[in-house]
């Protein structure tokens, strides 16, 4: 069987990261690389076996697979163009930087016989998945916090563009708008408060999250509180039950009224494994060679992006959002 064609757009960290991770699976070949940086879009070829392409849409055209890893704003305008030409497209988070964009990827990706997974690696990450796990097998869960900060907005340089990023929400927090999702449902409020300290956008939210099952949670993150560990973490409320995140790395949860406790520790996995982005890697494969549906939907991709936007909007006009 002929293997399958994949092209990598963008030859950052996140493209290296998972050339790294599909130079391994047998079924595909990496067949091209783009990158504005030629020097950049050569050193990933090289290391994959690829061949460098003159531009994005050369490459699509040659390929039967794209994974889109640039900077976040010029996701969109790629998307589109993959789903027109026919190609399984594989999206790095988040979808797009603004909802009309989102929804313009939604729509074009609905219709489509191909594959269109977003990159939310965390929804494969064996601490998520655990915790998903636990949740579905004990009592019911009560409430939740969520916390994502960032230590700061200074390197590397680019992250304190919100041209490049969209803005902060859009970088990193969104892992956690889609977290909340796949962990506890649909979200039908939200209400935050936003301020600015460090940097010229927003740079730090309190979030109130309401959801369908009468759940509720807050979100929490900064981009100006120093890298102290862990800078994300979740943790789920439950009738006496507490389950808490630590990052990637670990699971605890208490049970009863004694205090004892019991830590699942993920230290042996490989960061890759970790993280979540093996898994997700196979499962786009996975799905384009089986006819399946992408484990991270467009209306995924969409939801987050809906919810980072709602998040934006509260702190603007200091009213809640609403969700039909």
Partial sequence: MDKLKIGIIGAGYIGGLHASVLVLDDRVAIAGVY????????????????????????????VDA??????????????????????????????????????????????????????????????????????????????????MNRGELIEPEWVRDPQVTGGFLYETTIHMFDMVRFLFGEVIRLDAIGTSHEYPETDDFSVLLTFESGFHATLASSADAGWMFPFERVEVFCHHRTIVTREMESITCSEGLDGRSITHSMHKLSKEEKWGYTQEDRAFVD????GASAAVTATDGYRSVELVDACYRAVRTCEPVRFA
Wanted: one cysteine or more; proline letters at 4%.
């Fill in 35 to 62: 990158d504005v940086i030629a020097e950049r879009a050569a050193k990933l070829a090289r290391s994959s076996g690829a061949t460098v392409f003159d531009s994005a849409d050369r490459l699509i055209d040659s």
């Fill in 66 to 147: 794209v994974y889109i890893a640039t900077p976040n704003t010029k996701h969109t305008e790629l998307a589109l163009a993959a789903i027109a030409k026919g190609k399984h497209v594989f999206c790095e988070k988040p979808m797009a930087t603004a909802l009309d964009d989102a929804r313009a990827v939604l729509d074009a990706a609905r219709p489509s016989e191909t594959v269109f997974q977003v990159g939310h690696n965390r929804r494969f990450a064996p601490v998520y998945q655990t915790l998903k796990r636990m949740i579905s097998e004990g009592s019911a869960p009560h409430s939740a916090h969520i916390k």
């Fill in 287 to 290: 799905a384009i060679l089986s």
